[in-house]
């Protein structure tokens, strides 16, 4: 697995294992959600849970796997429905990589 | 030539376990070198294969440090760490005996990808002129280099998940016909790569190109596979 790491095949490890997260989380987000028609006091003590550090520092993992799962799919549909020449994705790679640079000064800047 | 050192050569023998071997290094030495050193010195029941030591045959390709490789036009240095090293079989292929991988899956696939060439003219016609320039050639033509060694359809994730994928070879071949003039067999190569086994099981992986040893390209092949046979789907409904 190690022997073979190379950036698209870590891409498509990111991509599958965000999914799998992603598919975990989903049946609990849908059932917090129904606790509004089914028992709102409940729900509101989910909802207060919402302020521990620890809930906070998962929303954080859970926007990361939203957008690392977006970004991967986006990926897949470009570079399998554009006819890219390698020098367009080595341009295209270098992009995404300035503009994730931009995005982390703005992230420090915020800080 | 004298040896300099001493490389510890791991050799993964299949059900019979791994076995290590002290072999002589040399300041020029490949992968191939190593193995058949060991056939011809330590281990004369050793099985493995091999024919054209150039790079030519496609025989010779073998998993070195987790990673396929074509052996013979591997030097020894690019793979050894700490002066050992170890030496398996393809992976995805049924192995015979040792380092012998039985090829059959690899090309039956290639012809069940219609990786063949659809005749439309006879001997009798005239030679039809092939413009060097056309997209169509430009783009058959990065992918007819293809040496049958199997490094990429060792590599690829998906044929290890899906017995029935056709593998970056095989649809590579089937790109590289799609866009031959002389090639008369779009219909049957579309219909071969777009069911169960074909290309919209590939996911974009990469292993084929990155470890392809002639530098081709098969993940866009395969890409350009997707788009012909959506564009096909939509225009014609199959």
């Known amino acids: ?111 | 030539m004298t040896p300099t050192d001493t490389l510890t050569v791991t050799i993964e023998r299949g059900p019979a376990g791994a076995e290590t071997f002290a072999v002589p290094a040399y300041e020029n030495q490949t992968v191939l070198d190593v193995v058949s050193w060991i056939q011809q010195n330590a281990d004369p029941t050793l099985s493995y294969r091999f024919a054209c030591r150039v790079g030519m045959c496609g025989s010779c390709a073998m998993t070195v440090g987790g990673v396929p490789r074509w052996t013979c036009r591997t030097h020894i240095s690019k793979v050894v760490k700490d002066g050992a090293v170890t030496i398996g079989p393809l992976k995805n292929l049924p192995v015979i005996k040792d380092l012998a991988v039985d090829m059959d899956p690899f090309f039956d696939k290639w012809i069940a990808a219609e990786g063949v060439h659809h005749s439309g003219q006879t001997r009798h016609d005239p030679i039809a002129p092939i413009d060097a320039a056309t997209p169509a050639r430009v783009a058959a033509d990065a992918g007819i280099e293809c040496i049958n060694c199997a490094v990429c359809y060792a590599a690829c994730d998906t044929v290890t998940g899906n017995d029935a994928y056709l593998g970056p070879a095989a649809l590579q071949r089937a790109w590289t016909l799609l866009q031959d003039d002389k090639d008369t067999g779009r219909d049957d190569i579309l219909d071969a790569v777009s069911g169960a086994g074909g290309c919209h099981n590939c996911h974009a992986i990469g292993s084929c190109t990155a470890y392809c040893p002639n530098d081709l390209d098969p993940m866009s092949a395969i890409a350009g596979l997707k788009r012909e046979t959506a564009k096909s789907f939509f225009s014609r409904g199959r």
């Open chain 1, 1 to 111: 697995m190690i022997a073979r790491a190379h950036p698209l095949r870590l891409a498509y490890l990111l991509h599958r294992l965000s999914g799998l997260a992603l598919a975990l989380f989903l049946p609990v987000h849908f059932w917090v959600l129904a606790l509004a028609l089914t028992d709102p006091a409940e729900l509101d003590g989910f909802l207060h849970m919402t302020e521990a550090g620890v809930v906070k520092l998962a929303e954080f993992g859970l926007v990361f796997l939203l957008a690392v799962h977006m970004f991967g799919g986006l990926r897949l549909l470009a570079l399998d429905w554009l006819p890219w020449t390698p020098a367009q994705k080595t341009l295209a790679a270098v992009a995404t990589a300035l503009s994730f640079l931009v995005a982390c000064l703005f992230l420090l800047g915020a800080l």
